[in-house]
T-cell receptor, first 112, second 115 residues
Framework: GEDVEQSLFLSVREGDSSVINCTYT??????LYWYKQEPGAGLQLLTY?????DMKQDQRLTVLLNKKDKHLSLRIADTQTGDSAIYFC????????????FGSGTRLSIRP | EAEVAQSPRYKITEKSQAVAFWCDPI?????LYWYRQILGQGPELLVQ????????DSQLPKDRFSAERLKGVDSTLKIQPAELGDSAMYLC?????????????FGQGTRLTVV
């Protein structure tokens, strides 16, 4: 079945870049998302990429997709303390009826 | 900015009691999702609606959970009877549901504690 995997933790120094990685198994995945969750809150959609794209940049966020390896990454430039959160990778098939499948999340912590 | 509204934010209930959660999606969003998020894990889909129809409820424990979206707008998720293992965050999300607009927007969630 479909599966999305992420490493559990990442610690970076304030001002450095953060790179959060994700792998997925469903080759029919068409939409790939990054969500951010702060403590006790719901999920905030950060960005998404279609499977026919290699890269998408949005201000400090850069998403890279390697479709051959089914690998997705999120790079956060100039990481700030407000970026501390759990980041979820998610994938969805082409059909509007396809469900969104989430990874278990990567907790990003920022060192001063 | 339009938001997905959920209530209550927090709920404490005793095991074997009934509990219900409510969700009002963003206006015009045809697709509505209910997810359960256990602490330390990613969200898992319980049920997905397209308008008033259930599209996927394969992971919904139907012996105790029920969900409805009678008029294709707001939705209710019910648990009866609640068990200790149901303690989790219950998240509602909605999307336009078209092929070009699949982004799902989440509410703040209802944190359920069963004691």
């Amino acid at each position: 079945g479909e599966d999305v995997e992420q490493s559990l933790f990442l610690s970076v120094r304030e001002g450095d870049s953060s790179v959060i990685n994700c792998t997925y198994t469903d080759s029919s995945s068409t939409y790939l998302y990054w969500y951010k969750q702060e403590p006790g809150a719901g999920l905030q959609l950060l960005t998404y990429i279609f499977s026919n794209m290699d890269m998408k940049q949005d201000q400090r966020l850069t998403v890279l997709l390697n479709k051959k390896d089914k690998h997705l990454s999120l790079r956060i430039a100039d990481t700030q303390t407000g970026d501390s959160a759990i980041y979820f990778c998610a994938e969805k098939g082409y059909s509007s009826a396809s469900k969104i499948i989430f990874g278990s999340g990567t907790r990003l912590s920022i060192r001063p | 900015e339009a938001e997905v509204a959920q209530s209550p934010r927090y709920k404490i209930t005793e095991k074997s009691q009934a509990v219900a959660f409510w969700c009002d999606p963003i206006s015009g969003h045809a697709t509505l999702y209910w997810y359960r998020q256990i602490l330390g894990q990613g969200p898992e889909l319980l049920v997905q609606f397209q308008d008033e129809s259930v599209v996927d409820d394969s992971q919904l424990p139907k012996d105790r959970f029920s969900a409805e979206r009678l008029k294709g707008v707001d939705s209710t998720l019910k648990i009866q009877p609640a068990e200790l293992g149901d303690s989790a965050m219950y998240l509602c999300a909605s999307s336009l549901g078209t092929l070009k607009n699949t982004e799902a927007f989440f509410g703040q969630g209802t944190r359920l504690t069963v004691v």
